[in-house]
């Protein structure tokens, strides 16, 4: 499924993205590009969505390790939020000057990508989660997959056992550890309005159980006219699950004030029970709350816990640039990050499952609930990253407000299938 090209094709030069962005692809005046016997010092441009520490840490690690093995070649790591990155790239390329690396994202469109099928570094990774990163590719790679990800809800044990409760299977035994723990004071969900992502990820994860994990073939049926998101009693599932409990069972009083650090911070702390977010939210977790004893489960979404699926999917994959003046340097970095050395890295840094074959590190005791749900097949890959962007657009400007009671399903769902439909027709058109 091709990508819509809306969020790059924006011709607005915007001046700020290009303050400290400047070229500086060429050291000397080698190329170094594809097929060039050039010897010159080369500078490759990293833009890199990974903002915590851990994930910067980890490509410092592995960048100084090839750096050593590659004197020749020197990368420039940038470290921006997603948003930062879709400005400064709708400036790079209105001004013809892409960087050569960028951790992929799915509003890239693919005619900005340079085409990886057939490298022969990508038989060093999983095919599953080389697959599961390029789904909307219709069979190219132009997204290369260095970890495993998730998005769940954690939990603390000691806040359940101090209260007498057992972990919930099923959606009844959800309830009433939610009202157990409310009647205590205790909220049982760490989750605030501060910072909308926080509300946001377990969203993702509720319709990625109740729909795509009931029904694969969901999108497919939608763009086939088969079905609806207003008449889909799985969508309306999951948020009313996300408005009832993600949100009815936090601290509402307080939400606005809570944000990302937050509500990691109650979870590690033991002031709430359940956190929905994904594997990025582990080591600020962690940094709070080293040993608190911490659990990953799927949310129980009906009386059969064999329902509750957990989203697993390729986390952060490297693209290269098309049009960067060293495709041959690029390729010969993503090689260096399929090796195990660079996979024990990351693995061991950013504390999340490899998509290196080979790499399998005790990374955290999470570890093994996440193995658990993959080795019993109690999970799916489809989130919101196997959506086309329009359509996530208007899901993310609109879930806080059915969350909020601010609209209805009527209406939300409407506005929803719009989007759907407007999404579809610009690829389409494109």
Known sequence: MRKIASVLLSVALVSAALAGCGDKNTASNGTGGEGSGSTEKVTLQLLSLKQEQAGQDAFNQIIAKFEDENPDITIDLQSMSSDQLKTTLRARIASNEMPDLVTWMKEIEPEYLLDLTGESFLS?????????????????????????????????????????????????????????????GIPAFATGAKDLSVAYMPLIALFSETVFGQNPDWSQQRDEGSVKIATDANWKLAFDLHKDYVYGFSDTSNAFNISYDDAN??????????????????????????????????????????????????????????????????????EFMTTETAG??????????????????????????????????????????????????????????YMLGKTDWSKLSADLDTAWDKAREIEQNN
Do not use: C
């Open 344 to 401: 024990t890295i990351w693995s061991e840094t950013v504390k999340v499952s490899s998509s290196v074959n080979g790499v399998n590190v005790d990374y955290d005791p999470i570890a093994a609930d996440i193995n658990e749900y993959i080795s019993s097949g109690q999970f799916t890959p489809y989130g919101d990253r196997v959506l086309r962007s329009v359509f996530t657009d208007k899901l993310w400007e609109d879930f806080s407000k």
């Open 265 to 334: 911070a109650m979870l590690a702390q033991g002031k709430a029970a359940f956190y929905g977010n994904g594997s990025w939210a582990l080591e600020p977790i962690r940094q709070v709350g080293p040993d608190a004893d911490i659990g990953l489960m799927a949310f129980p979404v009906s009386e059969n816990p064999e329902d509750a699926k957990l989203l697993v999917f390729p986390d952060t994959s490297l693209s290269v640039a098309k049009d960067s003046k060293h495709t041959a340097e690029a390729k010969k970095f993503l």
């Open 124 to 184: 060093n990774l999983n095919n599953e989660s080389v697959s599961a990163a390029n789904t909307i590719y219709d069979g190219k790679v132009y997204a290369m997959p260095i970890d495993n990800g998730y998005i769940g809800f954690y939990y603390n044990k000691a806040v359940l056992a101090d209260n007498g409760l057992e972990i919930p299977k099923t959606l009844s035994e959800l309830k009433a550890v939610s009202e157990a723990l409310k009647a205590k």
